[in-house]
T-cell receptor, first 116, second 112 residues
Framework: AQSVAQPEDQVNVAEGNPLTVKCTYS??????LFWYVQYPNRGLQFLLK??????LVKGSYGFEAEFNKSQTSFHLKKPSALVSDSALYFC??????????????FGKGTKLSVIP | NAGVTQTPKFQVLKTGQSMTLQCAQD?????MYWYRQDPGMGLRLIYY???????DKGEVPNGYNVSRLNKREFSLRLESAAPSQTSVYFC???????????FGPGTRLTVT
């Protein structure tokens, strides 16, 4: 069974500082990994994904994430945080095995607050 | 190009009432999904439709039914609403089940 964990309910960071939002996963096969962001009273917006290839993936709004197979992690990062980055962030994983399994499993979310 | 649209935005039901949540996408996506979001629980998949003409149960299907009306539309029905179904419901779509999903704005449902 696939699972994903976001160990921090909340992350606080000062504006201009680098930010990291952590995600670890558990799957049987090679994972498909995603990050989404949710602003208040809005739906989720896709940020970036890792399917295969380069372990460092770049996404929208200056975000990037690093896939680390040995640590089963997919942490979201940004070099310089903006106040407008304050939102709820979700990591999600899909295990392509068994074939025909399509379920995407989401973490519980991490609330990011960027302090001016 | 509106993306994924959902109606209604808000709904209050009494226990035992029924209702249908509507979802439509204009991105020519093959796959569509229904999730519920509860505080501290993340998103949980209720049902999905990998392609037109197919539907499958997700993690929390009890108390719900779905219809993939055509390629664009995927509805979620609550036959007899219960207070435990108070939640925010999101519809999503993707090109296929291997690709990123795009979400609608959500329906906030309260069952009293």
């Amino acid at each position: 069974a696939q699972s994903v964990a976001q160990p921090e309910d909340q992350v606080n960071v000062a504006e201009g500082n680098p930010l990291t939002v952590k995600c670890t996963y558990s799957v049987s096969g090679n994972p498909y990994l995603f990050w989404y962001v949710q602003y208040p009273n809005r739906g989720l917006q896709f940020l970036l994904k890792y399917i295969t290839g380069d372990n460092l993936v770049k996404g929208s709004y200056g975000f990037e994430a690093e896939f680390n197979k040995s640590q089963t992690s997919f942490h979201l990062k940004k070099p310089s945080a903006l106040v407008s980055d304050s939102a709820l962030y979700f990591c999600a994983v899909r295990d392509p095995l068994p074939a025909g399994s399509y379920q995407l499993t989401f973490g519980k979310g991490t609330k990011l607050s960027v302090i001016p | 190009n509106a993306g994924v649209t959902q109606t209604p935005k808000f709904q209050v039901l009494k226990t035992g009432q029924s209702m249908t949540l509507q979802c439509a996408q204009d991105m020519n996506h093959n796959s569509m999904y229904w999730y519920r979001q509860d505080p501290g629980m993340g998103l949980r998949l209720i049902y999905y439709s990998a392609s037109e003409g197919t539907t499958d149960k997700g993690e929390v299907p009890n108390g719900y039914n779905v219809s993939r009306l055509n390629k664009r539309e995927f509805s979620l029905r609550l036959e007899s609403a219960a207070p435990s179904q108070t939640s925010v419901y999101f519809c999503a779509s993707s090109h296929s089940t291997s690709y990123e999903q795009y979400f609608g704005p959500g329906t906030r449902l309260t069952v009293t």
